[in-house]
C-alpha cells in the first residue's frame, strides 16, 4: 500500500542553518504531495503542497520540490527562525484522493 | 466562519467506558475526517464521511468504533467499551468537495483510557 518515510527527529539547528528534511513516498499512480507543520499546542497546519511531477509548493520561506524519478518531496528552508521549530510531516494522497498517508513527523528545534 | 472544532479538547476515562468525540466541521464543507495519532506518530486514517455517509472506513480498528454524521455537517466518534489502547489523540479534519483537495484540522481530542 501507499506509504511516506521521512527522516527520524529530533534536527537541532542554530537559527539562519539551511534546513532539509527528507521525504519519500510510495504510492501508485500520480500522488498529490503535503506538508504540514504542527507549532507547540497547535492543530495540524497545511505548509505546502505540490499536486503533480515537477511542481514547487512554497510557503514561509520554505520550498518542496515534487520530484517523480526519485519518489521524494525534500523539505527546504534557506535561513530557519526560532520560530520554525515544531513537527513538521510529510504526506500524500494516493489513489484513494482522499486519504492523506502520513509520515511519522519530524521534530526541528531551532536554536538562537 | 472559523475553523474545525473539536469537543472535548482532553478526555480521561476509565477501560470498558463509553465516549463520544464530536467535530464542527468548516461551514460548507461536504467531507469530513476523522484520523487518529499517537505519540511519535503520523496521523492515521479512520473515516471518510461524504455528506452524511460514511463513503469509507476501513480505517477503523473495529467494530468498537462507530461514527456518525446524521445532517452532513457535525460528526460524532463513538467508541464502546474503551481499551487502554484507544488512548491517543483523535483528530477531526474537513475538506471543500474530498477530491484531493486541502484538508483543514481542528486541534484534536487527547483520550485517555485508566
Known amino acids: 500500500g501507499d506509504s511516506v518515510t521521512q527522516m527520524e527527529g529530533p534536527v537541532t539547528l542554530s537559527e539562519e542553518a539551511f534546513l532539509t528534511i527528507n521525504c519519500t513516498y510510495t504510492?501508485?499512480?500520480?500522488?498529490?504531495l503535503f506538508w504540514y507543520v504542527q507549532y507547540p499546542g497547535e492543530g495540524l497546519q497545511l505548509l505546502l503542497k505540490?499536486?503533480?511531477a515537477d511542481d514547487k509548493g512554497s510557503n514561509k520561506g520554505f520550498e518542496a520540490t515534487y520530484r517523480k524519478e526519485t519518489t521524494s518531496f525534500h523539505l527546504e528552508k534557506g535561513s530557519v527562525q526560532v520560530s520554525d521549530s515544531a513537527v513538521y510531516f510529510c504526506a500524500c494522497i494516493g489513489h484513494s484522493n482522499y486519504q492523506l498517508i502520513w509520515g511519522a513527523g519530524t521534530k526541528l528545534i531551532i536554536k538562537p | 466562519g472559523a475553523g474545525v472544532s473539536q469537543t472535548p479538547s482532553n478526555k480521561v476515562t476509565e477501560k470498558g467506558k463509553y465516549v463520544e468525540l464530536r467535530c464542527d466541521p468548516i461551514?460548507?464543507?461536504?467531507?469530513l475526517y476523522w484520523y487518529r495519532q499517537s505519540l511519535g506518530q503520523g496521523p492515521e486514517f479512520l473515516i471518510y464521511f461524504q455528506g452524511t455517509g460514511a463513503a469509507d472506513d476501513s480505517g477503523l480498528p473495529n467494530d468498537r468504533f462507530f461514527a456518525v454524521r446524521p445532517e452532513g455537517s457535525v460528526s460524532t466518534l463513538k467508541i464502546q467499551r474503551t481499551e487502554r489502547g484507544d488512548s491517543a489523540v483523535y483528530l477531526c479534519?474537513?475538506?471543500?468537495?474530498?477530491?484531493?483537495?486541502?484538508?483543514?484540522f481542528g486541534p484534536g481530542t487527547r483520550l485517555t483510557v485508566l
Open positions: 479534519a474537513s475538506s471543500y468537495s474530498g477530491d484531493g483537495d486541502e484538508q483543514f
Open positions: 505540490a499536486t503533480k
Open positions: 461551514s460548507g464543507h461536504t467531507a
Open positions: 504510492a501508485t499512480g500520480y500522488p498529490s
